[in-house]
T-cell receptor, first 111, second 115 residues
Framework: KQEVTQIPAALSVPEGENLVLNCSFTDSAIYNLQWFRQDPGKGLTSLLLIQSSQREQTSGRLNASLDKSSGRSTLYIAASQPGDSATYLCAVKTSYDKVIFGPGTSLSVIP | NAGVTQTPKFQVLKTGQSMTLQCAQDMNHNSMYWYRQDPGMGLRLIYYSASEGTTDKGEVPNGYNVSRLNKREFSLRLESAAPSQTSVYFC??????????????FGPGTRLLVL
């Protein structure tokens, strides 16, 4: 059974720091992995989608990598800003009808 | 574009009451989804519609029904609400069910409290 975990559960950093969020999954047979951002009381916003054949995706200050063989993905945020404060979730698609979400990492960027 | 919209934003029900959660998207997406989000459980897929005219069960379908009314709209119905259905419900859509156009777009959510 596919399980998705995210470490750490919460992270607090000073503004300007570079940081890495981790996502691990137990079964490497995935179609894709997606990183989302969720602000309190709001829906999810897709940040990056990595297909199983890809190794990384970049968007602005964000870079996500995927290592299927080790069951890991990282989300790298460069030069963090207070506006980056949110919960970050990863999700893996394991079959045509199944997407498994991780529990999320709550990020606080302190001015 | 409004993206994915959901109504209502918040609802309180008594046990046994019924209600329908509405979802609409204006991005001409083919696939639509209903999730619930609970503390400690994360997001779980309730039902999905890979394309207009089709619906299928997800991970936690019991107690729910869905209707894909047309390409834009996908509703979720609780026939007899139970306290265990207290949750935040999210609707999402993707251009396609497979491949490169699977970026999921989420609505703002409906917060449901069942007493």
């Amino acid at each position: 059974k596919q399980e998705v975990t995210q470490i750490p559960a919460a992270l607090s950093v000073p503004e300007g720091e570079n940081l890495v969020l981790n996502c691990s999954f137990t079964d490497s047979a995935i179609y894709n992995l997606q990183w989302f951002r969720q602000d309190p009381g709001k829906g999810l916003t897709s940040l990056l989608l990595i297909q199983s054949s890809q190794r990384e995706q970049t968007s602005g200050r964000l870079n996500a990598s995927l290592d299927k063989s080790s069951g890991r993905s990282t989300l790298y945020i460069a030069a963090s800003q207070p506006g980056d404060s949110a919960t970050y979730l990863c999700a893996v698609k394991t079959s045509y009808d199944k997407v498994i979400f991780g529990p999320g990492t709550s990020l606080s960027v302190i001015p | 574009n409004a993206g994915v919209t959901q109504t209502p934003k918040f609802q309180v029900l008594k046990t046994g009451q019924s209600m329908t959660l509405q979802c609409a998207q204006d991005m001409n997406h083919n696939s639509m989804y209903w999730y619930r989000q609970d503390p400690g459980m994360g997001l779980r897929l309730i039902y999905y519609s890979a394309s207009e005219g089709t619906t299928d069960k997800g991970e936690v379908p019991n107690g729910y029904n869905v209707s894909r009314l047309n390409k834009r709209e996908f509703s979720l119905r609780l026939e007899s609400a139970a306290p265990s259905q207290t949750s935040v419900y999210f609707c999402a859509s993707t251009m396609d069910w497979t491949g490169l156009r699977e970026t999921q777009y989420f609505g703002p959510g409906t917060r449901l409290l069942v007493l």
